[in-house]
């Protein structure tokens, strides 16, 4: 057990925070789904250029190839440093690059990764179906090969960023045969072509976005080290919102309230065990080859503590809670968006069963 | 280095205790009470393990080892529901180590002397008060007791305690006396302003609480894959299920965090403080929740037999640490910890 920085770690980290606080956007992002897509490939394109795309991609494919560590440290400042979020490039760069590294033909690998990795494609998820969610081996969109082509019937649903993307990594069922988890095919759709139909969901914050949470990693332990950073940031933003908005009693700031009060220092606590979770996730990977089942217990306590932490800042907030726009937006719109931290990318029932079952090995 | 799993020699350590400690101390010996129970028989192979003074330096017979490993054999211990007077040698140790009365330190670490708990019934601003009532945990082998607060720590002879009361306690795993001080001349005392041994109980019983969690989490989904009703064994109910997986959570949780503060006590990082605390909080969470969800997991036989040990266990360390709500504000008072370094 030891927890100190080597030198090279710690002039790695110099380095990062120095690059990230001088090529950072500037501006704010944009909300419109064209210009989020040009604002997010132009990060990406600068990001490559600076040579920190693909931080954990392997070098043979154009990635670093960084350490665990690295990674963390690369992700710690990236949170710390505020810089924008993988947005509509995260289906590309954490999931559809990554599966193509792995089971990808050459001529596969040689044209899409560079085109992920320098920020000229868009990716978006065609897993889930109207009825195929938890049950995703549910899904019934059809894949009929049909000479040179995939001939694709069905419908896909929750594609967030479908509307912008070139590509999408879709699961179809080509063998109706076979049991329910065999008899699926990972291909990769061409976004432009003909006879796909888009059609945008709201969703309960406004937004059409659903996005699958970027947790690609999160098996290793690093894929939850920014949103770590991030909530330790936004617990102590609301400590000082507490400190300025007036509490309960319609005297005191909020931080006089002996509720208030004890629920800000558990969510301290609280974020302060998830990024230890995340360094022990790291250390154990560091050991083994392949990730544990335990990342689940991370992405488990992450969703459910996210919620409680907007929670508490909707009873701080108190009367002010009931406005969307104006300086406590961040909070009101956060309590929103954040029902699908519980959501996407694994329910916590599915990700319970999981723990249940393959961390603990209780019988199915 | 970055790495938050033992090492093969703290491995090793933990390894001997809970070889030890799996053959000499099932959770089944305390169906038997107290007094008919022989604790003490664990004690001199606990001392020749080194666990007294396993942190003390080896020039008065210790080991030479850190905080980080007594927290990983104080987990063992917290596991195996070991009395809290091995904590409050272990404490007594170095009470009388850090204030040079080393003769006494070597024969607590030798374990040729006990300490209990004295735990103030009303709270201390400084040193105790003459004829203050303290609650003496599991103490009829003890000599002496220490009572550590109010930013100072002391030893003193269990006779330094009158009008002795025997009571009936909650956790009935061991024994409750209630006694008054009166002689106030400990035999070692040290000023804990800066906190050095509040932290390291504090650590420690945080260490006995992830044991608790971790157990608790165990004892529960081992029964829950061999308990069958309605024809098949009750964990592959999601009710049962999810419950489960919520204390493998909340274990992970605590496990991880106290490990983490551990490591910042040890290497006197500006945040030790901010940790231990989230530590504390974190496995007091974890072991309230794991060992009420073991009773119920356990159904009828949870309200009978064992799982209810580690309940009862839990209550009485959170009685070591004192009021949660100052934990809290504790907490609140340090500065956000800056994790770069």
């Not at chain 1, 690059?19 to 909300?31: D, G, V």
């Not at chain 1, 690369?74 to 490039?89: H, I, K, M, S, T």
């Not at chain 2, 350590?13 to 305390?30: G, H, K």
């Not at chain 2, 040193?127 to 009532?133: A, F, K, N, R, S």
Request: with cysteine.
């Amino acid at each position: 057990m030891d927890w100190q920085y080597s030198q090279e770690d710690q002039l790695f980290r110099d380095e990062v925070r120095t690059w990230l606080a001088e090529n950072k956007p500037r501006e704010i992002a944009p909300t419109e789904n064209g210009d989020i897509r040009q604002f997010e490939l132009a990060w990406q394109r600068k990001q490559f250029d600076g040579g920190w795309a693909g931080i954990s991609w392997p070098a043979e494919y154009g990635g670093r190839g960084f350490s665990l560590v690295r990674q963390m440290i690369w992700f710690e400042e990236y949170a710390q440093a505020d810089a924008p979020g993988l947005g509509c490039l995260v289906v590309a760069i954490n999931h559809g690059g990554p599966t193509l590294i792995v089971r990808g033909s050459g001529d596969q690998k040689a044209f899409h990764l560079p085109r992920i990795l320098k920020g000229e494609a868009v990716w978006c998820q065609g897993f889930s179906e109207p009825n195929a969610g938890s049950d995703l081996a549910g899904l019934k969109t059809r894949g009929e090969v049909d000479g040179e082509y995939i001939v694709v019937t069905g419908q896909k649903i929750w594609t967030t960023f479908g509307d912008i993307a070139d590509y999408q990594e879709l699961l179809v069922r080509t063998d109706p045969k076979a049991p329910k988890h065999k008899g699926l095919t990972w291909v990769i759709c061409d976004m432009h072509l003909p006879g796909i139909e888009a059609r945008p969901i709201r969703t309960m914050s406004g937004h059409q976005h659903f996005s699958a949470m970027s947790t690609l990693g999160f098996e290793r332990g690093t894929g939850y080290i920014a949103h770590g950073v991030k909530l330790a940031r936004s617990v102590e933003s609301l400590i000082e919102l507490a400190r300025t908005v007036r509490g309960p009693d319609g005297k005191r700031p909020a931080i006089k309230d002996d509720e208030l009060h004890c629920r800000l220092a558990t969510a301290r606590a609280e974020v302060a065990a998830l990024r230890s979770m995340c360094y022990a996730a790291i250390s154990r990977n560091e050991r083994s080859e392949a990730p544990g089942p335990e990342g689940s217990i991370i992405a488990l306590y992450f969703g459910e503590l996210i919620q409680r932490i907007h929670r508490l800042a909707m009873d701080i907030l108190g009367p002010l809670a009931m406005t969307r726009d104006g300086a406590y937006g961040i909070w009101t719109n956060g309590y929103l968006e954040n029902f699908r931290s519980s959501i996407a990318g694994g329910t916590s029932e599915i990700r319970r069963n999981i723990i249940g079952e393959r961390v603990l090995g209780l019988p199915r | 280095m970055i790495d938050l799993l033992p090492s093969v020699e703290q491995q090793q350590i933990v390894d001997s205790v809970s070889s030890l400690l799996s053959d000499a101390a099932p959770v089944s010996r305390l169906r038997k009470k107290s007094g008919v129970r022989d604790e003490m028989s664990m004690w001199s192979s606990i001392a020749n393990l080194g666990c007294f003074g396993l942190g003390m330096p080896e020039v008065v017979g210790g080991v030479g080892a850190t905080i980080a490993e007594e927290m990983l054999v104080f987990r063992e211990f917290g596991r195996f529901l070991l009395s809290p007077t091995f904590l409050s040698t272990t404490i007594a140790a170095h009470i009388a180590g850090m204030c040079g009365k080393q003769e006494i330190a070597t024969r607590f670490i030798a374990g040729d002397a006990v300490a209990a708990f004295a735990l103030p019934m009303t709270e201390m601003n400084g040193d105790p008060t003459l004829e203050q009532e303290f609650a003496l945990i599991d103490s009829d082998n003890a000599d002496y007791c220490i009572i550590v607060g109010a930013g100072r720590a002391s030893v003193h002879h269990v006779g330094d305690f009158a009008a002795v009361c025997v009571r009936q306690p909650l956790d009935d795993a061991v024994s409750l006396k209630t006694a008054s001080l009166v002689a106030s001349n400990p035999v070692a005392y040290v000023d804990d302003k800066k906190g050095q041994i509040g932290r390291k109980v504090l650590l420690l019983v945080t260490a006995m609480m992830v044991g608790i969690a971790e157990a608790s989490r165990d004892m529960a989904s081992n029964y829950a894959k061999v308990r069958e009703q309605f024809g098949k064994p009750i964990g592959t109910f999601q009710a049962i299920k999810h419950s489960c997986a919520d204390a493998a959570v909340h274990a992970e949780a605590a496990l991880c965090q106290t490990i983490y503060a551990a490591l910042r006590e040890r290497d006197r990082r500006p945040d030790a403080i901010f940790q231990a605390n989230a530590a504390y909080l974190i496995a007091l969470a974890a072991a309230r929740r794991n060992t009420s969800a073991n009773i119920q997991i356990h159904g009828g036989f949870g309200f009978t037999a064992d799982a209810h040990f580690f309940l009862k266990r839990c209550n009485l360390l959170e009685q070591i640490i004192g009021s949660t709500r100052l934990r809290l504000a504790a907490l609140m008072d340090e500065k956000s910890p800056d994790y770069a370094g």
